[in-house]
């Protein structure tokens, strides 16, 4: 299973999601494209079968950090 997580700030998780897709996962992680209702920073993760996760930060100031 695929699994999409989403937080703001520094608060708990509030967003999640799994697919057995790897496709459909993939195509909703890159759906993320600005901050969302953050204050000052939207964090959005997915994790794979084999526990790699990929993570996008989106600030408010415009930069996105993906790792």
């Known amino acids: 299973m695929y699994k999409i997580t989403v937080a703001n700030d520094s ?9 057995s897709d790897e496709m459909k996962a993939w195509e909703a992680f890159f759906q ?3 901050w ?3 204050d000052k920073y ?17 600030y408010r100031s415009g930069m996105v ?3």
Request: charged share 15%; proline share 6%.
């Open 11 to 19: 608060e708990p998780i509030h967003f999640i999601n799994t697919y």
């Open 32 to 34: 993320f494209t600005d």
């Open 36 to 38: 969302g209702m953050a």
């Open 42 to 58: 939207m964090t959005v993760n997915l994790y794979t079968p084999i526990n790699k996760c990929y993570t996008k930060v989106f």
């Open 65 to 67: 950090a993906v790792r």
